[in-house]
T-cell receptor, first 110, second 117 residues
Framework: SQQGEEDPQALSIQEGENATMNCSYK?????LQWYRQNSGRGLVHLIL?????REKHSGRLRVTLDTSKKSSSLLITASRAADTASYFC??????????FGKGTTLSVSS | GAVVSQHPSWVICKSGTSVKIECRSL??????MFWYRQFPKQSLMLMAT?????????EQGVEKDKFLINHASLTLSTLTVTSAHPEDSSFYIC?????????????FGPGTRLTVT
């Protein structure tokens, strides 16, 4: 298993703006998963993108994956105050446990 | 999505006592579950992998005699913190793995906050 490295570590934006956070990893993967964690809560699964996929959408979320650069990005469009949370990426080889980095702390102010 | 529950959501215990935390998959069967620990303002740290019907696999540095894991059924894994000490105070989160078309998604419980006094 390997952990991803999220960037930036902290991001502050206004409601309605887009938020972009990036993830880099070191070795080849089967898939990459993004999670959200609200303060004091468990993780919520957002999106899984497979290594043969380049882009995936879910509502206001857009995830890209560039396996040649070993990087992924998560875009949240039209942010809301409720999007305030920590976001984690988890690059994954098939069948292994997910390992988490420090995440990106997103703060959306109204 | 799959639902994972934990019980209790928080617990306070005295130093030297043991505490059991339950993790259940509510609408699916989970042959593999994971236990994580999270200290304030830090990321989740994987403690162990729990496989139904077999012994858990612990990560380096995690004491298996202190953190007892039992995965006796396909919907229940338990973590027992034995002889708890204040440094064991943390947020414990379990996760269950769900196969998804050649990959696995992990779904997490809401966490259990343990405070040892």
């Amino acid at each position: 298993s390997q952990q991803g490295e999220e960037d930036p570590q902290a991001l502050s934006i206004q409601e309605g703006e887009n938020a972009t956070m990036n993830c880099s990893y070191k070795t080849s993967i089967n898939n990459l998963q993004w999670y959200r964690q609200n303060s004091g809560r468990g993780l919520v699964h957002l999106i899984l993108i497979r290594s043969n996929e380049r882009e995936k959408h879910s509502g206001r979320l857009r995830v890209t994956l560039d396996t040649s650069k070993k990087s992924s990005s998560l875009l949240i469009t039209a942010s809301r105050a409720a999007d305030t949370a920590s976001y984690f990426c988890a690059p994954n080889q098939a069948g292994t446990a997910l390992i988490f980095g420090k995440g990106t702390t997103l703060s959306v102010s109204s | 999505g799959a639902v994972v529950s934990q019980h209790p959501s928080w617990v306070i215990c005295k130093s030297g006592t043991s505490v059991k935390i339950e993790c259940r998959s509510l609408d699916f069967q989970a042959t593999t579950m994971f236990w994580y620990r999270q200290f304030p303002k830090q990321s989740l740290m994987l403690m162990a992998t729990s496989n139904e019907g077999s012994k858990a696999t612990y990560e380096q540095g995690v004491e298996k005699d202190k953190f007892l894991i039992n995965h006796a059924s396909l919907t229940l894994s338990t973590l027992t913190v034995t002889s708890a000490h204040p440094e064991d105070s943390s947020f414990y989160i379990c996760s269950a793995r769900v196969p998804t078309g050649g990959a696995y998604e992990q779904y997490f419980g809401p966490g259990t906050r343990l405070t040892v006094t």
